[in-house]
């Protein structure tokens, strides 16, 4: 059978939904959340501010963000049954497999509830505990209280080190996760409408994101961009050892994407913020970049690369003192408020997501019985 339909690989340009909640205008290097653009939202607005955004479609009043904020705060402690499985997990696991395993527990009381905005605050609210739970295990520390006072990434930081952590710090993070929390139609938001199309539950619409969001092309690049330049060494030797990789056909961690043709807004904050906070990282990244991006034009000069969100995340996570494991997690605890914002859309306009393949196997005809089979 041969293969005709228009399938285009990775659905590449292909329109898969309709959303108010943000557009990724990869052509000019703008990313808009509900109508403002990122670089008027990353430094002033916090990541309750934006999540409110997200959800509601417009920014909140005082009011309203002191009740979001309480009710984040107050729904941060884990069910007994998340606590029980957090417990049960050996420590070298995976803190992005982690959460998979007890967003889907602190979930399961909800069975195949319809999807709301006291649901996703929930949900939102229980990403850093389990993560800093988890962390303190691991190195046979007690854990932390969360704070009531302290918002949503001083809390994450406090429940991590067991101490306050500095405005620099909290400052980092906030824009970090106001940045991250949402991306137009990428893979793990598919995959949350695609679950949430099926009238399931908000957890198993996350937990499926969590998923997708763990492979190396979408939210697992920032560890690997360490480890990268660790072997990468010093800024003298990077052309040689980088030239040498693409002969083993690697890929450089943290550039080229899907949709951005030109500098993702992103990225140029988070470059700015890494410039400031982590000069080792940025001295050799700067320098990495750029023959980085010099051989991918040279590979590649009809499709034009550029460094994504990841590659300077990295290093503003590094200087916020987040062990490289907890990198990708800390992106899904942005990314969780994108992924429901997108679960409560589709459950709103719901049509079940269910498109068509293209067979390419063999004509029809009859099975051979087992016994005759050579
Ligand atoms: C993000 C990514 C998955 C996008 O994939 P994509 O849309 O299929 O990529 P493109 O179609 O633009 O790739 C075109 C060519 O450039 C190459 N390319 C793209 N990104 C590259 C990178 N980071 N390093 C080396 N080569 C790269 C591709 O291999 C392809 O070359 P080929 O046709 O000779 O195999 C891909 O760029 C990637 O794997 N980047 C590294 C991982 C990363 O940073 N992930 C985080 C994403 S936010």
């Known amino acids: 059978v041969t293969a005709n339909s228009g399938y285009v690989p990775g659905l590449e340009g292909v ?19 509900q109508g403002y653009v990122i670089a008027d939202l990353a430094e002033q607005m916090s990541f309750e501010e934006v999540a409110f955004l997200l959800w509601e479609g417009r920014l909140p009043n005082r009011a ?46 909800h069975r195949l509830a319809k999807p709301t905005i006291p649901l996703a605050i929930h949900a939102t609210a229980s990403f850093p505990t389990i ?20 918002g949503h990434a001083a809390n994450y930081l406090h429940m991590m080190d067991g101490k306050e952590a500095s405005p620099e710090r909290v400052q980092a993070l906030n824009t970090y996760l106001v940045l991250l929390a949402d991306h137009g139609m990428n893979a793990s938001t598919f995959t949350a409408r695609v679950i949430a199309s099926t009238e399931s539950d908000l957890t198993s619409s996350l937990v499926g994101a969590i998923g997708a969001l763990k492979g190396p092309a979408h939210g697992g690049a920032p560890s ?16 040689t050892y980088m030239r040498d990789m693409r002969k ?31 000069p080792k990282f940025y001295d050799l990244g700067v320098r990495v970049e ?7 034009h040279e590979e590649h000069p009809e499709r034009p690369q550029s460094t994504n969100v990841e590659f300077y995340s990295a290093g503003v996570l590094q200087a916020i003192g987040l062990p490289k494991e907890y990198f990708t997690p800390t992106f899904a605890t942005a990314r969780v ?28 005809r009859k099975p051979v019985p087992l016994a005759e089979r050579g």
């Open 15 to 33: 329109v898969a939904s309709q959303t108010a909640i943000s557009m990724v205008d990869g052509q000019n290097g703008r990313l808009v959340y």
């Open 64 to 109: 309203e963000l002191d009740a979001l904020s309480l009710e984040l705060a107050s729904h941060r402690a884990l069910s007994q049954a998340a606590n029980f499985a957090l417990d049960a997990l050996p420590p070298d696991t995976d803190p992005m497999d982690v959460l998979r395993s007890v967003v889907s527990v602190q979930g399961v009381e």
């Open 131 to 150: 993560l800093a739970m988890f962390y303190r295990r691991r190195l046979g520390l007690e854990p932390i209280k969360s704070r009531a006072d302290l």
């Open 224 to 239: 690997a961009v360490i480890e990268q330049l660790e072997l990468i060494g010093a800024a003298d030797d990077a052309e």
């Open 248 to 278: 083993r056909k690697e890929k450089f961690m943290g550039f080229g994407h899907r949709v951005y043709r030109v500098y993702d807004p992103r990225a140029k904050i988070l470059k700015e913020m890494c410039r400031r906070m982590n």
């Open 290 to 296: 750029e023959i980085a991006l010099r051989i991918l």
């Open 337 to 364: 408020a994108g992924w429901s914002a997108h679960v409560l859309e589709q459950a709103a306009h719901n049509r079940i997501i269910r498109p068509q393949s293209e067979y390419i196997g063999p004509e029809p």
